[in-house]
């Protein structure tokens, strides 16, 4: 759930590593024994008005940053039925998560999930619209190297409204590993809504997009 990867047939191995923003963090894991469920789901039926938008990362390897916010705020939106609906800013994440006190965040080289949970929990994140192209924050760090500076309070950075830090911790949370149970995962995205994932790029799979390009 959230895992959107974009690429050109053209962009070299250097550029294509780059965009691959998961940085690798080794958990302990605790397994879960669950029974087996084959019901149908749909979250778009459970949660009509909490799934947000599909993002852009641009040229920024800003993948954590735009999977861990897109969680973040469906569990805000569904833990409080649909009252809290607030599209966070991944442009505040990178901006202000970075550096030894959110180990596992930098910018647009990468970070890890968790750490953007555990971000905007203690320090709160800003907001954006419509596809975070507008709004009090909206994401301006697509060329890579574009990376304003952290801005908690006065004036948005893209709009003339006061900054609004939208607090936000899990109430259920864990780690899923690949020899988790898949219901285990099926189970905790039907009651508590979706989950960041990662996966290992191998060269099979540059190879595949550099001869289907539009995927």
């Given at each position: 759930?959230h895992?959107v990867?974009?690429?050109?047939?053209e962009?070299c191995?250097?550029e294509m590593?780059h965009l691959?923003g998961?940085v690798v963090?080794v958990l302990?894991?605790?397994?879960?024994?669950?029974?087996?469920?084959?019901?149908?789901f749909d979250?778009?039926?459970?949660?009509p008005?909490c799934?947000?938008p599909?993002?852009?990362?641009?040229?920024?390897?800003?993948?954590?940053a735009?999977?861990?916010?897109?969680?973040?705020?469906s569990?805000?939106?569904?833990?409080t039925n649909g009252n809290?609906?607030?599209l966070?800013?991944?442009?505040?994440?990178?901006s202000?998560?970075?550096?030894?006190?959110?180990n596992?965040a930098t910018?647009c080289d990468?970070?890890w999930?968790?750490?953007?949970?555990?971000?905007v929990?203690?320090?709160g994140?800003?907001s954006?619209t419509?596809?975070c192209?507008s709004?009090c924050?909206?994401?301006?760090?697509?060329?890579?190297r574009?990376?304003?500076?952290?801005?908690?309070?006065?004036?948005?950075?893209s709009?003339s409204?006061?900054?609004?830090l939208?607090?936000w911790?899990?109430?259920?949370a864990g780690y899923f590993y690949?020899?988790?149970?898949i219901t285990?995962?099926?189970?905790y995205?039907?009651?508590?809504?979706p989950?960041?994932?990662?996966?290992?790029?191998?060269?099979?799979?540059?190879?595949?997009?550099?001869?289907n390009?539009?995927?």
């Open positions: 759930h895992l990867l974009l690429f050109r047939a962009r191995d250097q590593n691959l998961f963090v302990a894991c605790t397994m879960v024994a669950v029974r087996a469920d084959s019901s149908d979250a778009r039926t459970k949660w008005s799934i947000p599909v993002m852009n990362q641009g040229n920024c390897g800003s993948c954590y735009f999977s861990g916010i897109e969680v973040l705020s569990h805000m939106c569904i833990a809290k609906d607030v966070l800013s991944p442009q505040h994440v990178v202000c998560a970075s550096g030894s006190a959110w596992g910018g990468g970070g999930p968790a750490q953007v949970y555990n971000f929990k203690n320090s994140c800003t954006c419509s596809r192209t709004g924050n909206r994401y301006v760090s697509g060329d890579g574009t990376i304003p500076s952290c801005r908690t309070s006065g004036t948005c950075p709009s409204s006061s900054i609004t939208h607090k911790g899990f109430s259920q690949p020899d988790t149970p285990a995962i099926q189970l995205i039907k009651q508590f809504g989950i960041s994932a990662a996966f290992m790029v191998t060269q099979q799979f540059y190879d595949f997009f550099n001869s390009p539009a995927g």
